[in-house]
């Protein structure tokens, strides 16, 4: 199956900093990837879908101007957390849309 | 809407012991079915899927079979091992799987 990574695994960070996490598709172009939060013990809540070339749609309760979306190649889609809060920590997973959604490893993020 | 109900855990099973994990749905149309896996810090794998009714999904001893009449796919296995110690998603996607509908995941323990 495709391989998709996130970079970094882990970071924290200061509240009111920004925190960018990178989703790469390593050996399949995705024209679509899609990032998810995950809460501790929770399902996966899905943030947005990132399109190539065009802007994310959020789903309804996620702040855009929070959580900005690039998705600038098709294989390599940004989340950037603006003005990180505590209430942001969390666990972030992106997946890569190459017929069946395929994962990344996840980011674990602590603001502090 | 769509929507996945899946057993409550945790579940925890002794080595060699076989494991149902239930998992109904509701859906329009003919969704997709799938497991997910999420090892402990990691992001989640796809573990098997079904497309269309009746189809039986199938990878590492794990079994699932699409079963429209009752709305269900059941994750099986005859003999868990402790290394399956993981979260397991059930979860639907409609056509072109660009969203996907998650479980709130079953935490199985597998004991020497």
């Known amino acids: 199956g495709a391989v998709v990574s996130q970079h970094p695994s882990r970071v924290i960070c200061k509240s009111g900093t920004s925190v960018k996490i990178e989703c790469r598709s390593l050996d399949f172009q995705a024209t679509t990837m899609f990032w998810y939060r995950q809460f501790p013990k929770k399902s996966l809540m899905l943030m947005a879908t990132s399109n190539e070339g065009s802007k994310a749609t959020y789903e309804q309760g996620v702040e855009k101007d929070k959580f900005l979306i690039n998705h600038a190649s098709l294989t390599l889609s940004t989340l950037t957390v603006t003005s990180a809060h505590p209430e942001d920590s969390s666990f972030y997973i992106c997946s890569a849309l190459i017929g069946t959604q395929y994962f990344g490893p996840g980011t674990r993020l602590l603001v502090l | 809407g769509n929507s996945v109900t899946q057993m409550e855990g945790p579940v925890t099973l002794s080595e060699e012991a076989f494991l149902t994990i239930n998992c109904t749905y509701t859906a329009t149309g003919y969704p997709s079915l799938f497991w997910y896996v999420q090892y402990p810090g990691e992001g989640l794998q796809l573990l098997l899927k079904?497309?269309?009714?009746?189809d039986k999904g199938s990878n590492k001893g794990f079994e699932a079979t699409y079963r429209k009449e009752t709305t269900s796919f059941h994750l099986e296995k005859g003999s868990v091992q402790v290394s399956d110690s993981a979260v397991y998603f059930c979860?639907?996607?409609?056509?072109?799987?660009?969203?996907?509908?998650f479980g709130t995941g079953t935490r199985l323990t597998i004991i020497p």
């Open positions: 079904a497309t269309k009714a009746d």
């Open positions: 979860a639907l996607g409609n056509f072109g799987n660009e969203k996907l509908t």
